[in-house]
């Protein structure tokens, strides 16, 4: 089954306190992406990744840092988490880029109390 | 500054009524307009699509209209039920880019 994964689905932690959250995709995709859901903002773009070792800086990447070491796997760091990354996280992929239909994991909530 | 602008941010519909959202962009190298349908605790799910050359672009009861020379464009429902309940975002982007960029969501309801 085509999917894209994230883990923890959940996860309350304390400001400061380096986290990573992991995503990975089984569809051979070159495009990944990194996005936020806030109320009221929809979806907001962190980082992206053309390919291996290819990222790029979306919307808001203030505070966080990703990697692409491997074609399926593009992992989120916070080195050191706010109360204002408290939001609903979400993994994509695609084929090509951005302007083709992305497959979203099913998301991630952090609090950062 | 928002590219892409979604409304209404909420919607109620009847069962069987037309469910309507509108989109607005500034950037006229968009040139890719999907929508999103999201159900609570999923990621969103690519609904439908249209490309400028076209100005409709039907699927089953899913229709997107496009006006270029207004730089907007809409999702309507026809027949909307209930399952039809979820958070919808529109986005625009340039074809085979990097980024997309997304409205604001609207969250409609379909009531019985």
């Known amino acids: 089954e085509a999917q894209v994964t994230q883990n923890p689905r959940y996860l309350i932690t304390v400001t400061g306190k380096k986290l990573t959250v992991t995503c990975s995709q089984n569809?051979?995709?070159?495009?990944m992406s990194w996005y936020r859901q806030d109320p009221g903002l929809g979806l907001r773009q962190i980082y992206y990744?053309?390919?291996?070792?290819?990222?790029d800086k979306g919307d808001v990447p203030e505070g966080y840092k990703v990697s692409r070491k491997e074609k399926r796997n593009f992992p989120l760091i916070l080195e050191s988490p706010s109360p204002n990354q408290t939001s609903l996280y979400f993994c994509?992929?695609?084929?090509?880029?951005?302007?083709?239909?992305?497959?979203f994991g099913d998301g991630t909530r952090l609090s950062i109390l | 500054q928002q590219q892409v602008k979604q409304s209404p941010q909420s919607l109620i519909v009847q069962k069987g009524g037309i469910s309507i959202i509108n989109c607005a962009y500034e950037?006229?190298?968009?040139?890719?307009f999907p929508w999103y349908q999201q159900f609570p605790g999923k990621g969103p799910a690519l609904l439908i699509a249209?490309?400028?050359?076209?100005s409709e672009k039907k699927e089953g009861r899913f229709t997107i209209s496009f006006n270029k020379s207004a730089k907007q464009f809409s999702l309507h429902i026809m027949d909307s039920q209930p399952g039809d309940s979820a958070t919808y975002f529109c986005?625009?982007?340039?074809?085979?880019?990097?980024?997309?960029?997304f409205g604001t969501g609207t969250k409609l309801q379909v009531i019985p």
């Open positions: 994509a992929s695609s084929p090509t880029g951005g302007g083709q239909p992305q497959h």
């Open positions: 569809m051979n995709h070159e495009y």
């Open positions: 990744s053309m390919n291996v070792e290819v990222t």
């Open positions: 950037n006229t190298a968009f040139d890719y």
């Open positions: 249209i490309r400028p050359d076209v």
């Open positions: 986005a625009a982007g340039v074809g085979g880019y990097q980024k997309v960029t």
